[in-house]
């Protein structure tokens, strides 16, 4: 299994920006998805934003416009560009790696993104 470690976490005003990163272990050219998750306590978690092997994207529509998901193969790395942060944005957000769309994949720990209004 591939470990991921999320960072970019922290604290930021409404309208505010945040770049979230996800480090693999192992090489990410192969993966063929690549998604941010985040969840607020006592709910499930949600799918943010996705990215394919072939670098197509898909977004939640309440982030659409708003946040940028990319992958650097070379670097292993995935990337969340929050831009227009909103007091709902608040949450731990996680990174994850799946082979299959329908698969549960790898997790991360999650960081944490709190906007303040």
């Known amino acids: 299994q591939v470990q991921l470690v999320e960072s970019g976490g922290g604290l930021v005003q409404a309208g505010g920006s945040l770049r979230l990163s996800c480090a693999a272990s192992?090489?990410?050219?192969?993966?063929?998805?690549m998604r941010w998750y985040r969840q607020t306590p006592g709910n499930q978690r949600e799918l943010v934003a996705s990215?394919?092997?072939?670098?197509?994207?898909n977004y939640a529509e309440s982030v659409k416009g708003r946040f940028t998901i990319s992958r650097d193969n070379a670097k292993s790395t995935v990337y969340l560009q929050m831009n227009s942060l909103k007091p709902e944005d608040t949450a731990v957000y996680y990174c994850?790696?799946?082979?299959?769309?329908?698969?549960?994949?790898?997790w991360g720990k999650g960081t944490q993104v709190t906007v303040s209004s």
């Open positions: 994850n790696a799946a082979m299959r769309v329908l698969d549960s994949g790898s």
């Open positions: 192992v090489s990410i050219f192969n993966i063929n998805y």
């Open positions: 990215i394919t092997r072939e670098g197509s994207t």
